[in-house]
């Protein structure tokens, strides 16, 4: 991933025309740019939008796709919503954290394994998203498909 500089921050705040209203989109402009929040950028942010740096933390905290730390290559969010949960996403976490050897929230060789709280796919659950991509009805064998895929899709 590309690496957070004041200037292409303060590009980006531009774009939004220094609205401080507009702190969620500037904040999902530069997730999707780059990945995460560091808190330099948080403090920047606060400073540019005239905002306490509590406020833009706060909505930080708030959004399950905002990080402050850096995300893996590869991303992995398995559903934790309660039809997902009906359907098995419990015992697919489970297995997950087992197989991954780490917890929801860590990252590790480049692999970050997150919860999420809806893929709007529950009518095929328990759902899983690899890299942006939307899986329905995986099981523990389905998972292990999905990891020897991305891995195998690794330059």
């Not at 197989?99 to 929230?105: D, F, G, K, V, Y």
């Not at 999420?116 to 095929?124: D, Q, R, T």
């Amino acid at each position: 991933m590309a690496k957070i500089d004041n200037k292409t921050t303060s590009k980006i705040v531009v774009q939004y025309g220094a609205k401080p209203e507009l702190l969620v989109q500037i904040l999902q402009t530069i997730v999707m740019r780059f990945g995460w929040i560091p808190e330099d950028t948080i403090r920047q942010l606060a400073d540019e939008l005239n905002l306490s740096r509590a406020d833009v933390h706060g909505v930080v905290q708030y959004y399950q796709d905002f990080r402050t730390e850096e995300p893996g290559k590869h991303i992995v969010k398995i559903c934790q919503a309660e039809a997902c949960q009906a359907m098995g996403s419990r015992a697919l976490t489970d297995h997950a954290e087992k197989t991954l050897a780490m917890n929801l929230h860590d990252t590790k060789d480049d692999i970050t394994l997150e919860p999420v709280y809806c893929l709007g796919n529950c009518a095929c659950s328990p759902a899983v998203m690899v890299n942006g991509r939307t899986y329905g009805r995986v099981d523990a064998a389905r998972f292990d498909e999905l990891l020897a895929g991305m891995r195998s899709a690794t330059p």
